[in-house]
């Protein structure tokens, strides 16, 4: 499940979950319908509302984006006792200090001062350039 908040895809915050789902049934419509009332225009009467039922997610993980920022702010998180799984790329030992990655990277989000370069995962779009551009395959993705 993802939401976004901004004018367009480049100057939004948005956040992704994902886990597992309970379905939860009907009882609590009424509530969701008393927090968002702009829902009873969507569902104005028990028949069209007949199609709907209420779930949670109880475990899961998700990440937060911002991407108004430069470079980019992403964060991760996770909640009803799921395992943090670690995502995104990093630069191995096999590292030759070449620095062309950091030339690829759309938010220069690698720290190439020391060897091996280091990736800033907190500023990184996960996309891949420098995996794909490393001369020594000295950048391993995650997951």
Do not use: W
């Amino acid at each position: 499940m993802t939401g976004m908040k901004g004018e367009d895809t480049m100057h939004c915050a948005a956040l992704s979950i994902r886990g597992k789902v309970r379905e939860l049934g009907s009882d609590l419509l009424p509530r969701l319908f008393e927090k968002n009332p702009y829902m009873n225009e969507i569902y104005p009467d028990a028949a069209s509302r007949s199609a709907l039922t209420v779930f949670v997610i109880y475990k899961g993980s998700g990440e937060r984006f911002d991407l108004s920022q430069k470079p980019i702010e992403r964060s991760s998180f996770t909640f009803g006792g799921a395992e943090e799984v670690q995502e995104g790329y990093f630069i191995t030992h096999a590292c030759i200090g070449c620095k062309i990655c950091y030339s690829k990277c759309p938010q220069k989000c690698i720290d190439i001062s020391s060897k091996p370069a280091v990736i800033h995962q907190e500023n990184c779009l996960h996309c891949g350039n420098c995996f794909e551009i490393c001369p020594a395959r000295a950048i391993m993705k995650r997951r």
